[in-house]
């Protein structure tokens, strides 16, 4: 039995039990705590907003070869944790097809390669940032799910 | 409706949360295992500290959690750090056996292409514990 499970579930239901004698507003969308434990361990969670949904679903569905890793988790805490990505995904815009099969990337989707055309691929694998995918190298407050430009400093050269 | 739950009440269930989570040593089970393996006498800190610093195909457990296991490591392929091993320094480490069996699993696929077995689990476990400050 998953004691981390055990108190997800139980820390739920004391938001549940808080939120019924509290105000009638919407409590604001929590971060998935399964999401955080299992994907935040080996870099930093991803944010779902980066990617669209088919693509969350492609990545959780290979998890057992992940990029080179194992990386699989318990079927029932995967599936916790592909509802929520699906739910909080990218939307897909009106009259723009998306790509197909769906990219498993970030750094591989036209929208991340538009808003970082300015840095050269040499940039990227400097050791300094390790790989495009290494977002907190430069995004500063990354682990925070800020990639405000205002907190954004490349590592010297 | 309207349910109140006393604050004493949340205070004590947060502590049961707390105390059960990561509560279980791996230890017994996996030394249940390796009895079960047959010709059992004994972890090993010095099989634990060579089988941590052997390459599998590419990678040691050295590779990730550095050659000192009191110091904190990297991963390898996306940079992010990882702290130390050797509870004598983090004593979060080793504490919670269902994580240390998922880590277990995924690690020694990755190194090993293969599972460890009950015995190298044992040793590597018995090998972080011997180390001092």
Request: one cysteine or more; hydrophobic letters at 40%.
């Amino acid at each position: 039995m998953n004691t981390h499970r055990i108190a997800v579930s139980l820390l739920a239901a004391l938001a549940g039990i808080t939120a019924a004698g509290g105000a009638t507003k919407a409590p604001p969308p929590a971060p998935n705590l399964a999401w955080q434990e299992e994907c935040g361990s080996c870099h930093l969670a991803y944010p779902p907003r980066f990617l669209p949904a088919a693509s969350w679903q492609r990545v959780m569905a290979g998890l057992g070869d992940h990029f080179g890793t194992d990386a699989s988790i318990e079927p029932a805490v995967a599936k916790e944790i592909t509802t929520w990505l699906a739910a909080n995904a990218r939307k897909p815009k009106a009259g723009k097809p998306e790509p197909v099969p769906p990219p498993l990337r970030i750094t591989e989707t036209r929208w991340f390669i538009g808003e970082h055309d300015e840095i050269s691929a040499a940039r990227f694998k400097s050791p300094a940032v390790g790989g495009a995918a290494n977002c907190a190298a430069c995004h500063r407050t990354a682990d925070q799910g800020n990639y405000s430009e205002r907190n954004i400093k490349l590592p010297p050269k | 409706m309207n349910r109140i739950v006393h604050p004493r009440a949340l205070a004590v269930l947060l502590a049961l949360v707390a105390g059960t989570a990561g509560a279980a040593d791996p230890l017994p089970a996996i030394q249940q295992a390796a009895r079960a393996g047959g010709n059992f006498t004994g972890f090993s800190a010095e099989r634990g500290a060579a089988f941590y610093r052997a390459k599998g195909s590419d990678w040691s457990c050295a590779t990730c959690h550095t050659p000192d296991p009191r110091q904190p490591g990297r991963h390898t392929i996306t940079g992010k750090a990882i702290e130390p091993m050797a509870p004598a320094v983090n004593p979060a480490r080793l504490t919670d056996a269902a994580k240390v069996e998922k880590w277990f699993k995924r690690n020694c696929k990755d190194v090993l292409d293969r599972e460890c077995t009950a015995l190298e689990k044992g040793d590597v476990i018995t090998y972080l514990r011997s180390l001092g400050r």
